[in-house]
């Protein structure tokens, strides 16, 4: 069936540092793909999306672009905060939506 | 826009004791989701519903779960009995059609089984 697989965490960088979180998924389809965000406290929130082949999603800084030669959606900010510290979430989505188990990030001022 | 909202926020109770968890979805989405949150199994499914029909409750642990949804706008997740296993925060969350739409989560609520 339909997986996704993210990098285990606690990811922990300083402030201003290069991102990368790795997520790679196997589906039969072809689905929309997701990173979510989830600050301590709070629910998750959909933090940017694409919907098919090479089509790149980005919010806040952060991007993510759609590859299917390799099924992955790497998530990626240039200069990260110490205000992107939360849980981060990959998902998946064809006739029903499928989350990562989550990397942890830490940034450290 | 008003969000998912979820009540309460919080619950402490006893084991044994029937708990009942509310979801309001946002106004116009056709799809609702429950969630299960803990450390040790990250986030779980429990059950979803599309037109307040429900669609998939494989992910409901068992029989002590049971989910409905009445109308489009109010669902409830109840526990009975519940167990100390079952401490975890909850999430509900809403969107319009399923699959491929982005979800839109409630704020949780954070269970606790004495």
């Known amino acids: 069936g339909d997986s996704v697989t993210q990098m285990e965490g606690p990811v922990t960088l300083s402030e201003e540092a290069f991102l990368t979180i790795n997520c790679t998924y196997t589906a039969t389809g072809y689905p929309s793909l997701f990173w979510y965000v989830q600050y301590p406290g709070e629910g998750l929130q959909l933090l940017l999306k694409?919907?098919?082949?090479?089509d790149k999603g980005s919010n806040k800084g952060f991007e993510a672009t759609y590859r299917k030669e390799t099924t992955s959606f790497h998530l990626e900010k240039g200069s990260v905060q110490v205000s992107d510290s939360a849980v981060y979430f990959c998902?998946?989505?064809?006739?029903?939506?499928?989350f990562g188990k989550g990397t942890r990030l830490h940034i450290l001022p | 826009d008003a969000g998912v909202i979820q009540s309460p926020r919080h619950e402490v109770t006893e084991m044994g004791q029937e708990v009942t968890l509310r979801c309001k979805p946002i106004?116009?989405?056709?799809?609702l989701f429950w969630y299960r949150q803990t450390m040790m199994r990250g986030l779980e499914l429990l059950i979803y519903f599309n037109n307040n029909v429900p669609i998939d409750d494989s992910g409901m642990p068992e029989d002590r779960f049971s989910a409905k949804m009445p109308n489009a706008s109010f669902s409830t997740l109840k526990i009975q009995p519940s167990e100390p296993r079952d401490s975890a925060v909850y999430f509900c969350a809403s969107s319009l059609g399923w699959g491929f739409q982005p979800q839109h989560f409630g704020d949780g609520t954070r269970l606790s089984i004495l």
């Open positions: 998902a998946l989505s064809d006739d029903k939506i499928i």
């Open positions: 694409a919907t098919k082949a090479d």
């Open positions: 106004s116009g989405h056709n799809s």
